[in-house]
Structure formats: structure tokens, C-alpha cells
């Protein structure tokens, strides 16, 4: 992961894309993408299409990026079902979100969808956040 990368904050969508969003998430995700490459786009709607309806502002989590491993642009936190992942926005490279709990070595335990960034491990009383 190379933050350096990071794209510049003014370059991030605005707030209003992110009601947009509610409204269509694939159009929201394609406009982010803002490509004309044709196997992106089907990308991005598969991805749209068999992932349940986000919550990018999740309630108490806020938005969170971070730099795709993929391309470096842009990916963006979502939550389904499975827990907490980064998707890139620009390339639609999805990542699961893992944790470690750096005293027992345990994977730690995701939030539940829509509540806070807190992972809890199973082997000790640590809790961790994917924010810094
Ligand atoms: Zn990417
Ligand atoms: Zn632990």
C-alpha cells in the first residue's frame, strides 16, 4: 500500500454524490469510475449488482478510503454480509478488510453492517478500528 499515492482530497466526490448514491448506486459507481472501457464498466456493475445496497456513509462509521492495491487510486470502504471491504473506484478492485490482533495473532472480528468501526478479537479485550 503506498499512501503516497493517495489521490489529492479535492479530487474525492462531493458530499451530494454520495445522497446521489442512495438514489443509484451503479451510476454513482460508474460516474466515480469515469471510464469507457467496457470490461471496467461490467466490472463495476457485477460488482454493484451482487453486492447488497451500501452504505458508503455507513451510520457512525463515516467515509473512509484508502489507496486501491491494484491501480493506487482511489477505494472506498463498503459493508456487506461478509464484513467490511475496500472497493477501488476506479478499477473495481474489491478487498476484503482483515485485522489482526497484534498480541494473540487472531483474526479479529468485524463490526456488524452499520455499526461502528470497532473489530473486537476473539482471544483478548483489544478492540481496533480500520481508521487511524
Ligand atoms: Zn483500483
Ligand atoms: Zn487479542
Do not use: K
Not at 81 to 106: A, F, K, N, S, Y
Amino acid at each position: 500500500m503506498n499512501d503516497g499515492d493517495r489521490r489529492p482530497a479535492n479530487l474525492l466526490p462531493a458530499m451530494n454524490d454520495f445522497v446521489d448514491e442512495a438514489r443509484s448506486r451503479v451510476a454513482h459507481l460508474l460516474r466515480m469510475a469515469n471510464t469507457d472501457d467496457d470490461r471496467i464498466r461490467a466490472q463495476i456493475i457485477e460488482y454493484a449488482d451482487s453486492t447488497p445496497e451500501p452504505p458508503v456513509i455507513s451510520r457512525g462509521a463515516g467515509i473512509v478510503t484508502t489507496g486501491c492495491a491494484r491501480c493506487r487510486r482511489t477505494a472506498w470502504r463498503q459493508h456487506d454480509c461478509e464484513g467490511p471491504m475496500w472497493v477501488c473506484g476506479t478499477c473495481g478492485h474489491v478487498e476484503p478488510i482483515t485485522l489482526r490482533c497484534p498480541q494473540c495473532d487472531l483474526d479479529m472480528i468485524p463490526p456488524r453492517v452499520g455499526a461502528p468501526d470497532r473489530w473486537e478479537c476473539p482471544g483478548c479485550e483489544r478492540v481496533a478500528s480500520t481508521v487511524p
